[in-house]
């Protein structure tokens, strides 16, 4: 027998990867188990391959939250992500307002090109970074748009 | 809204659990969880059918994290500190889960989606990233993760 059939070349990790996982057909499937069992140099990556993604499991499911308690369900108009992080000082506020006014012919014509989308929420948030010392047109704003399926679908930073 | 209630106690743990092990942090996994389940109570209200639900929730967790981790990517000096005190306050977390946060967010949201066994598919669906490249990422992603935790490991021992 020979170690390496000259037909078959050696696997990439991605060939590997996608063989442990099961995301390919039978035929490929029958002819990469044909390569490892000729190939020893193959059949061991495979073998470090698997190790690595057992570690891998196997030190994520230590995250146990079993013991959490589910909290009642509170509704809430604003989501936590738009409210927390950043308790803004009145004039910071002040300051969002200019901002705001003067970037919302922009977010109109944002929300017009993403109403497909479903618009969901639009966050107001002021730059972590504002600082009292800098003069208003140097703070910065950011607006997030987010859709129904909560991804960010435009995120518009705002430096006046 | 009997279907909401239901949906809730049967999922809020699977999302809590996903938030967590892509935030490493107990305090803003329950903040993301309550906003998932607010988003799906506004989708329910709007009548919208939601034809898989385990799918959906993990698409909008991820989804969520990721829009958090942008929104505090700007985050101060002094910030950076007295969360650093705070965390060395707290019992020190999952090894896996200190790695994967040194990790970039596209490899970090693919890997948490591995570890809750979810297909290819699927995973490009949520992430965005070609069908075609999973296989290649998440290999890569692998074994970036495992030279990190073999890095954190050997500075325990230093
Ligand atoms: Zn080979």
């Given at each position: 027998m020979k170690w390496k059939d000259n037909n078959s070349k050696c696997m990439s990790d991605e060939m590997i990867q996608i063989y442990i996982d099961n995301e390919i057909d039978a035929f490929e499937k029958a002819?990469?188990?044909k390569h490892f069992a000729e190939c020893k140099n193959c059949n061991r990556r495979l073998y470090e391959h698997k190790k690595m993604i057992s570690d891998f499991k196997q030190s994520i499911s230590l995250v146990n939250i079993e013991s959490i308690e589910i909290p009642e369900f509170k509704y809430e108009k604003t989501p936590v992500i738009a409210r927390k992080k950043h308790r803004l000082f009145y004039w910071k506020w002040a300051a969002a307002a200019v901002i705001l006014i003067a970037s919302s012919l922009f977010i109109h014509e944002k929300l017009n090109t993403n109403s497909q989308n479903d618009v969901q929420y639009i966050i107001f948030d002021m730059s972590s970074?504002?600082?009292?010392?800098?003069?208003?047109?140097?703070?910065?704003?950011?607006?997030?748009?987010?859709?129904?399926?909560?991804?960010?679908?435009?995120t518009i930073i705002n430096n006046l | 809204m009997n279907n909401f209630k239901d949906t809730y106690n049967t999922y809020y743990k699977l999302v809590y659990r996903f938030a967590f092990k892509f935030l490493g942090d107990h305090d803003n996994a329950a903040d993301i969880t309550q906003d998932v389940f607010l988003h799906l109570y506004n989708q329910l209200k709007l009548k919208r059918e939601i034809y898989n639900i385990k799918a959906w929730l993990y698409k909008v967790t991820s989804n969520l994290c990721m829009t958090f981790l942008n929104k505090n990517k700007r985050i101060t000096k002094q910030d950076y500190e007295k969360l650093a005190a705070y965390e060395a306050d707290n019992e020190k977390n999952i090894e896996v889960v200190e790695a994967l946060k040194k990790m970039n967010k596209r490899d970090r949201i693919l890997l948490t989606l591995y570890s809750e066994d979810i297909s290819y598919k699927k995973m490009a669906d949520i992430t965005g990233i070609k069908f075609t490249s999973i296989g290649k990422t998440l290999s890569r992603a692998l074994k970036k993760l495992k030279h990190e935790m073999e890095r954190q490991q050997q500075q325990m021992h230093v």
């Open positions: 002819g990469m188990e970074e504002v600082d009292a010392n800098k003069p208003l047109h140097e703070q910065t704003m950011s607006i997030y748009i987010i859709d129904k399926s909560g991804k960010q679908i435009e | -």
